[in-house]
């Protein structure tokens, strides 16, 4: 099976089924969410003990012997000392409550398998059981998790558009802004900030020339006019706006929740207070990794600037650009892992804001709905999901781009033309000629040609440079607004 398909397909045949299976019986959401405490809504009957018109209407004896039925509508004082019940997350069947449960199942799940599927190719090609320039299955993978991640992205777009008001002109405005900020970037000069898309853009009009003409797929290719890097540039800068809507509302919730637990609310999930001293080892913890995951973005955006950073450190260490280039994958990696397994801290901040809720409910004068106090509590809960989402989804779409980086690092800087006989497309046309021909396999290696590895670079490097940003420039003006918001 491994001479005839090669040792990435087979393996990710077994990683594909393995996971899948593990999947039918175990939920991946579970790892985040266990041992999560929430707040249960109190019942009717227990908020109905605050309100007079709930006592004088369960006095009254029902007409004609029938049941007598709860009143619906009914008002408790603010002030009201009602008791807030909390639960354990344990079980998958609490999971499923949730509305994206099953989202956050998928999304782990295929971020783990590309992981391993990666790990597997880079084995395999250490060890030279793939040629170098074979096929990476882990790209398809990586690029599965992205498109998985920007589709529930542009869902929570969607519904923050369709909701009116002040979320659809924040959608208008910050892609404005960060279409014109993209605009500056594209305008630096090369010597302050550059990822190399200028020689990556003409590297691959060259190639795709040279391919059409090879091919006969374009006639004439000598007098076909590519776009130029200007309006490929152009291109990218449409996406980056679009990317920085998208990232928006994550990154501003990502803002809220540090600025939260900067607060230092001291709040148990038990339904007890904390420790109050100022000094406790938990809070020391707590503002470091706050800390960590909001400044740390901003030393990724300083590792793309030349004379600050790049041109110092290579100066000072003498390494070689490939090397600083590895290390600042290896750092942004480093960074994002520490945000998803600093997730479950974020979940609970989420979760104790009911608590807060009622804490703050207790402070105000006038009277509320029983409904209100129930729907309130028990949103939390169920948006819970969405806010693992805008966590985990930024991070991963990252972690997938330096996936990417790093196997783009570990090609050679020519590729030496490989026979159709080596490649992966190869074995399946020997077993399948009708549906995969040995010129198909032609075409997919000249496209392998025109797709070079300093145009992937280039692209892939911008594009994970741009994400950290965004959602390092949003997530501190957050936290700002908040802490500043909660002091007025």
């Avoid at 039918?24 to 999560?36: A, M, P």
């Avoid at 990586?142 to 969607?158: A, G, N, P, Q, W």
């Avoid at 998803?340 to 009622?358: E, G, N, P």
Wanted: glycine share 4%; aromatic share 12%; net charge neutral.
């Amino acid at each position: 099976m491994a001479m005839i398909f090669g040792v990435q397909l087979l393996s990710t045949l077994i990683i594909g089924l393995f996971m899948t299976k593990i999947f039918s019986n175990y939920s991946y959401g579970l790892l985040i969410f266990y041992n999560l405490w929430f707040c249960v809504p109190p019942l009717t009957e227990h908020l109905g003990s605050f309100s007079q018109a709930y006592k004088d209407h369960m006095k009254k004896k029902p007409r004609n012997g029938d049941k007598k039925e709860a009143l619906e509508d009914f008002t408790i004082p603010r002030d009201s000392e009602f008791k807030v019940r909390y639960n354990k997350i344990i079980s998958y069947t609490q999971i499923k409550l949730l509305p994206h449960g099953e989202e956050i199942d998928m999304i782990v799940l295929m971020s783990l398998s590309s992981v391993l599927i990666y790990l597997v190719t880079e084995l395999s090609i250490y060890f030279n059981f793939t040629p170098v320039t074979d096929l990476h299955l882990s790209y398809i993978w990586s690029l599965v998790v992205i498109l998985f991640c920007i589709k529930f992205l542009c869902y929570m777009f969607k519904v923050y558009i369709q909701l009116g008001g002040g979320e659809r002109s924040l959608c208008a405005l910050s892609t404005f802004l960060f279409i014109v900020f993209a605009l500056f970037v594209s305008m630096a000069d090369k010597r302050s900030i550059d990822f190399g898309i200028d020689e990556g853009y003409t590297q691959f009009v060259d190639e795709f020339l040279k391919f059409g003409n090879s091919t006969k797929m374009i006639k004439g290719s000598k007098d076909v006019t590519m776009p130029t890097v200007k309006a490929f540039k152009g291109f990218l800068i449409v996406l980056s706006g679009f990317v920085g809507a998208l990232l928006t509302f994550p990154s501003f919730r990502f803002g809220a929740l540090n600025s939260q637990l900067l607060r230092s609310a001291n709040v148990s999930v038990e339904g007890e207070d904390k420790p109050g001293y100022k000094e406790s080892l938990y809070e020391k913890l707590t503002q470091v990794l706050v800390h960590f995951n909001l400044i740390s973005p901003l030393l990724v955006i300083l590792c793309w600037c030349k004379p600050l950073v790049q041109e110092h450190i290579e100066t000072q260490v003498d390494i070689s650009d490939k090397t600083f280039s590895l290390l600042r994958i290896g750092f942004i990696a480093l960074i994002m892992l520490v945000r998803l397994f600093s997730i479950k801290l974020y979940a609970q901040t989420h979760l104790d804001s009911a608590k807060r809720y009622v804490q703050n409910l207790k402070r105000e004068a006038g009277r509320i709905d029983h409904k209100t106090v129930q729907q309130k509590i028990a949103y939390t809960f169920q948006y819970s999901s969405v806010v693992v989402l805008q966590i985990l989804t930024p991070a991963l779409v990252v972690l997938q781009l330096c996936l990417i980086l790093l196997s783009l690092h570990n090609l050679p800087d020519e590729m030496p033309s490989l026979s159709p006989a080596h490649s992966i497309l190869a074995g399946v046309s020997d077993i399948i000629p009708d549906v995969v021909s040995q010129s198909d396999v032609t075409v997919f290696q000249g496209m392998r040609a025109v797709l070079t590895k300093n145009f992937l670079t280039s692209v892939t490097s911008y594009l994970v440079w741009w994400i950290v940003s965004v959602n390092a420039g949003v997530s501190l003006f957050s936290t700002c607004y908040h802490h500043v918001s909660e002091q007025v």
